[in-house]
């Protein structure tokens, strides 16, 4: 973490310096600092809009999902014409993972045009439960090699981290278990 948090002070208000401060605050758990940060950033870069993909998954994953809704909507797909309204109605009828439902169909719909990272996709499948949905996208990941792989150490993926086929996917993703045992055992 020390050596994320050097490397930023050379460009504090860079996207790409800050995402892995981020990501190692989420990956371990430390919610309420990856809050902080992700809200110092926005504040002192003028990019409001960005972060959003982070600050939306760390209030799904304490439970806090009027303030996940919020961060949802900055989304392109929350944007968008078609499904944004979707979204909403989705979300007043069946709370958020009916929202995550309607982003994960409209990920999906992309994903036969253009490029969707795979493990993102199986992110939202896992926040909306949808185990098998989860594990395909997961499958896709491996098949594509994505290069997005920390993304496996995220807290959405938890619930499945004891499921055999978990295991097998990190195994042939060459992640040892002693790389991930113990993720989601802590609390912030």
Same mark, same amino acid.
Not at 107 to 136: K, N, R
Not at 154 to 180: C, T, V
């Given at each position: 973490? +020390?050596?994320?948090?050097?490397? =930023?002070?050379?460009?504090?208000? &860079?996207? !790409?310096?800050? !995402?892995?401060?981020?990501?190692?605050?989420?990956?371990?758990? =430390?919610?309420?600092?990856?809050? %902080?940060?992700?809200?110092?950033? =926005? %504040?002192?870069? #003028?990019?409001?809009?960005?972060?959003?993909?982070?600050?939306?998954?760390?209030?799904?994953?304490?439970?806090?999902?009027?303030?996940?809704?919020?961060?949802?909507?900055? &989304? &392109?797909?929350?944007?968008?014409?078609? @499904?944004?309204?979707?979204? $909403?109605?989705?979300?007043?009828?069946?709370?958020?993972?009916?929202?995550?439902?309607?982003? %994960?169909?409209?990920?999906?719909? !992309? @994903?036969? @045009?253009?490029?969707?990272?795979?493990?993102?996709? @199986?992110?939202?499948?896992?926040?909306? #439960?949808?185990?098998?949905?989860?594990?395909?996208?997961?499958?896709?990941?491996?098949? $594509?090699?994505?290069?997005?792989?920390? /993304? /496996?150490?995220?807290?959405? !993926?938890?619930?499945? =981290?004891?499921?055999?086929?978990?295991?097998?996917?990190?195994?042939?993703? #060459?992640?040892?278990? &002693?790389?991930? +045992?113990?993720? #989601?055992?802590?609390?912030?």
């Amino acid at each position: 973490m +020390e050596l994320v948090i050097r490397a =930023r002070k050379f460009d504090p208000f &860079s996207y !790409l310096r800050n !995402l892995p401060v981020w990501a190692n605050l989420m990956i371990a758990r =430390r919610y309420q600092e990856a809050i %902080t940060e992700v809200e110092r950033w =926005r %504040t002192f870069s #003028g990019h409001t809009e960005m972060g959003w993909w982070w600050l939306f998954h760390i209030y799904c994953d304490q439970g806090r999902y009027d303030e996940a809704m919020v961060e949802l909507r900055h &989304s &392109s797909t929350g944007r968008d014409p078609e @499904s944004g309204p979707a979204m $909403e109605k989705a979300y007043a009828e069946s709370g958020i993972q009916g929202a995550i439902l309607v982003c %994960t169909e409209r990920l999906a719909s !992309l @994903s036969l @045009s253009e490029h969707v990272d795979p493990i993102a996709v @199986s992110q939202y499948f896992a926040l909306a #439960g949808d185990t098998e949905q989860t594990f395909e996208w997961l499958e896709k990941a491996y098949e $594509e090699r994505a290069p997005a792989i920390h /993304l /496996l150490a995220q807290p959405a !993926l938890d619930p499945y =981290r004891s499921d055999p086929r978990f295991r097998d996917l990190m195994g042939r993703f #060459g992640i040892p278990e &002693s790389g991930w +045992e113990g993720l #989601g055992s802590g609390e912030d």
